[in-house]
């Protein structure tokens, strides 16, 4: 009598509502899933937490747990409660009440993984949220034409806000401190994962930055997983406003050069690149094309489609 084939154990790394969204698709094939979020969010509630705190930024670990609450009563009220924010412009005012929990586990427990973890087992999670890096970081970029009086100037941009905000064209990303140490149970996940799904997301500030932390990128090249890219559906307004699909997968590379891939995913609107094939075999991957976006045509990727297309990857 044969048994059923395991569950595969899949690690999920970005931030924002990229990861959000490969989340909520990932849940619906596995329970085994692990989050790795970036770190780097300077903005809105977060930075203010951040700068009045020495703690992570906790947003994108705050929408990372809500997008794998239970699905049930418990688990879709304590999702709701993590994203509802503060009204006004008092000092509660626009703050996420889950970042206000966050940091305040975080006090009581001086372990940002075992906050994270005591958050998780509130909403019912069945897997796992971890930030990329033990200590908060601070993303900067060389960006040309930042000025517009001096187009082919490159200007230094620091922070994520800031870069996403920055006119011109983004040349690279750099992380500060450049060597952070890896959150270990980020680097165990990897070394343990079937899968690693990196994408969609911001380019600069929600993708790069996990091949930028030097213990992750280890790990993701000596893990046996099968690595999956996930190609956003259109070029942002702010980061990658002009990108083709094969520029997208060019950046990444030149980022981080020895890490190899077995599959880019992308849907058909995004896919009508010419060379985007060439990009993707140069990094070693097979290039899979399938419909993935919002039947409305928005540019969001719908998640049942989402999980379609992995579940093939994934031959399940």
């Known amino acids: 009598m044969t048994g059923f084939a395991p569950t595969p154990a899949v690690v999920a790394l970005g931030g924002g509502h990229g990861l959000s969204v490969s989340l909520s698709a990932l849940r ?36 990372a747990l809500a997008a794998l609450c239970g699905d049930d009563q418990v688990g879709r009220a ?23 929990l966050i940091a305040g586990l975080w006090q009581q427990l001086d372990d940002p993984v075992a906050g994270l973890d005591m958050v998780a087992s509130m909403l019912h999670v069945e897997g796992r949220v971890l930030p990329m890096a033990a200590v ?23 922070g994520q806000e800031a870069v996403a905000l920055a006119r011109g064209d983004i040349a690279a990303v750099r992380l500060r401190p450049s ?8 680097v165990a996940a990897i070394a343990e994962a079937d899968y690693l799904i990196l994408g969609p997301g911001s380019w600069y500030s929600s993708v790069i930055p996990h091949v930028l932390v030097p213990q992750l990128v280890e790990a993701m090249q000596q893990t046996k997983a099968k ?14 406003p002009s990108y083709t699909a094969a520029r997208h997968i060019e950046v990444l590379a030149e980022h ?25 075999a140069s990094l070693g991957a097979e290039l899979v094309v399938t419909p993935v976006q919002m039947r409305d045509g928005s540019p969001r990727h719908d998640p049942f489609l989402l999980a379609s297309a992995y579940a093939g990857i994934m031959g399940l």
């Open 28 to 63: 619906q094939l596995t329970h085994r899933l692990t989050a790795i979020v970036t770190v780097a969010d300077d903005g809105g509630s977060s930075g203010r937490l951040r700068a009045e705190f020495p703690i992570l930024p906790p947003g994108d670990l705050r929408m």
């Open 78 to 100: 304590w999702a709701e409660v993590l994203q509802a924010r503060f009204p006004g412009n008092g000092t509660l005012g626009g703050h996420a009440i889950g970042n206000l």
């Open 136 to 158: 908060p970081l601070v993303i900067e970029a060389d960006v040309i034409g930042a000025d517009p009086s001096r187009p082919d100037e490159v200007s230094l941009v620091v």
């Open 179 to 186: 060597d952070p140490p890896a959150v270990p149970e980020a």
């Open 227 to 240: 690595r999956v890219l996930t190609m956003n559906l259109v070029p942002t307004e702010d980061e990658t």
């Open 256 to 280: 981080a050069p020895r890490l190899r891939w077995d599959v880019v995913l992308a849907d058909p609107s995004f896919a009508n690149d010419p060379h985007l094939a060439c990009f993707a």
